[in-house]
């Protein structure tokens, strides 16, 4: 048995929480994860009400969308999405966003 000695330090569970994902997840799933912290702000509302993030690869984001028309509208927005995304991120990271219809979790 140790003897403990002088006062312990506390440290808070999402410290604990980030240094362990650094050491076992990608990188790749931790952008994903700050591209999801991000979205609703680099997207705005009615963006983010109808298409989330999905996956994340070498630059490419692919986002899932409620529908066609959907789509058809966020391929003019992609641009500035992808600037608002990086803005937010404070680095390029996406380069480039592919859509398709899927499942929009909340």
């Not at 990086?86 to 859509?99: S, W």
């Amino acid at each position: 048995m140790t003897k403990n000695k002088g006062p312990h330090k506390l440290i808070h569970i999402s410290d604990i929480l980030k240094t362990a994902l650094k050491k076992y997840r990608p990188a790749r799933d931790t952008d994903m994860t700050q591209i999801w912290d991000i979205w609703d702000t680099a997207v705005g509302k009615p963006v983010s009400m109808n298409a989330k993030p999905h996956t994340f690869k070498d630059g490419v984001l692919i986002v899932n969308v409620a529908s066609s028309s959907w789509i058809h509208q966020l391929k003019f927005l992609e641009k500035q999405m992808i600037s608002n995304i990086n803005k937010q991120m404070d680095r390029p990271l996406v380069c480039q966003i592919r859509f398709k219809i899927g499942k929009i979790h909340s």
